[in-house]
């Protein structure tokens, strides 16, 4: 819905009546793309200028910009207007900063003197440091804005000092579980045989093809690349820090990105505010009915589902071969009903030990990509350094280090060369700070690349490609400073 009330009182709403950098994408994937959010985001029922605000917004917030508390505070009034609910995953940061306000206003009020001049002393302080956050908030749209992506704030990678030195998988803080991917992208050779085995576990509808694999040549390297491109379940989601219900949000235990089916309200703020393009909102009625999903004929009910305590709900789902639910009893998993936003889930049901143990610790994608012969994909806990895709990486460096060595004779290579410094790895615009889980090897796509046919194609297989206008547009090119 567009706002046609053009007396807009936010800062940084897109409008021009405010924003001295009206003209200028936020979004790392362009104007083009912006103005097409924008278009979309018109024809849902909900305001549109606060979904482009706060995804503007989310960006800043990401890169540390602006605080999650200020971030709270700056829409919480409109976002209580449009959905009579304000459920952002920042709240927890507003209300830390309340309270710190309330302790400092007692301290105030008790530190001796007169109380009256106490009162009217705490009013300015009060409205000067909001004006303060204010002010701060538009600068930090300015600078996002004119920077884009060059900033690069907590979004590198955490070293984990093991026996190779600097360990380039990522986010190994140790901090429990955290599920992510190695994809070598040298192993690829565009089957797509990943993309079919999403689909046929998912039974997402035409269109939406929750992996993704874009065909590319690039100057730099003068022969055909891929790269495959699921969610990139990040650790610091601008996606959820936009959405009013919590529908989308972090797993606990293991650190997966995932829409509440039954929460989401399909406002698809949080399709704008993600910087890879990977949502898919399920328009029509979905491909597959609900009935032949996958576990969907459990004997129970949703209700049922919700008296019970944890050990109960999880052993009748597993029961069932569940394939919707997760272990809290979230629909969070297949294909999304209509209305609701979908993206790649990680499989979570699989996770949970729903589809039997052997699949647990597993993705359709990376077995149908194993079944191929080509084992591009390694999903696993990328915290842990027993893991499949951290053992991986380890045998890779150490190939590339042999390699190199063998070549130079050894004598090219001083101690401090490790086998990680041999090692190819990036991941996708991690320097905007939303710390993705998903490490790829290999090269990245130049600001050169251009999208091509693959040896398959999606109509080969029988999906409909209606990324690769996009993709060819945007996404190449967007992570260069
Ligand atoms: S890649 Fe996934 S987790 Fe990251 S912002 Fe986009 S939708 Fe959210
Ligand atoms: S579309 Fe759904 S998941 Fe996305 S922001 Fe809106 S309510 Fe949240
Ligand atoms: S992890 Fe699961 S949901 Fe994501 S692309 Fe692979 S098969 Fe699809």
Sequence with gaps: ???????????????????????????????????????????????????MDMAEDAMALIQGEISEAEFHDKYNEAVVEEFDVDDRPTVDAFEEMNAEEDESIFKKLTGGGDIADKLAGLDADTS??????????????????LGGVASAQGGSSDP?????????????????????????????????????????ENNTSSGANWMYVLSY???????ENFLVRP???????????????????????????????????????????????????????????FDELMGADGDYDEDSLKEMDYEQRNQLLTENNDHIYDERGMWSDSR?????????????????????????????????????????IHFGDVNDPESRPRQYMRQRAEQEFARDTELDNGEQWGE?????????????????????????LGNQPGPEAEQVEGPVSYEQIGVTDNRKEHLDQYTFGAGDD
């Design 1 to 51: 819905m567009s706002k046609d009330d053009s007396s807009c009182g936010r800062d940084s709403c897109g409008c021009g009546e405010n924003d001295e950098t009206a003209d200028e994408s936020f979004h790392p994937m362009g104007e083009d793309y912006e103005e097409e959010m924008r278009e979309m985001l018109d024809d849902t029922e909900y305001d549109t200028e606060l979904g």
């Design 128 to 145: 000067q440091s909001r004006r303060d956050t204010m002010k701060k908030m538009g600068a930090a749209g300015a600078a996002l804005g």
């Design 160 to 200: 984990k000092d093991d026996e190779y030195g600097a360990n380039p998988v990522g986010d190994t803080s140790d901090e429990g579980t955290q599920l992510g991917m190695v994809i070598d992208l040298n192993r690829c050779d565009g089957c797509l045989e990943c993309v079919t085995g999403c689909i046929e």
């Design 217 to 223: 040549e690039d100057e730099s390297t003068e022969q």
């Design 231 to 289: 969610c990139q379940h990040c650790t610091n989601a601008p996606c959820e820090k936009v959405c009013p219900v919590r529908a989308r949000h972090t797993r606990d235990k293991d650190g997966i990105v995932l829409t509440n089916y039954e929460t989401c309200i399909g406002c698809r703020y949080c399709q704008v505010a993600c910087p890879y393009g990977v949502n898919y909102f399920q328009w029509g009625e979905p491909d597959t009915p």
């Design 336 to 376: 999304p009903p209509q209305g609701v936003m979908g993206k790649c889930t990680m499989c979570p049901t699989r996770q949970d030990g729903h589809s039997g143990e052997e699949k647990q610790g597993t993705v359709a994608c990376m077995e149908a990509c194993d079944a191929a012969g080509m084992s591009a």
């Design 416 to 440: 401090t060369v490790t086998p990680w410094a041999k090692l190819s790895a990036f991941k996708l615009l991690e320097d905007l700070g939303t710390r993705p889980n998903i490490t790829y």
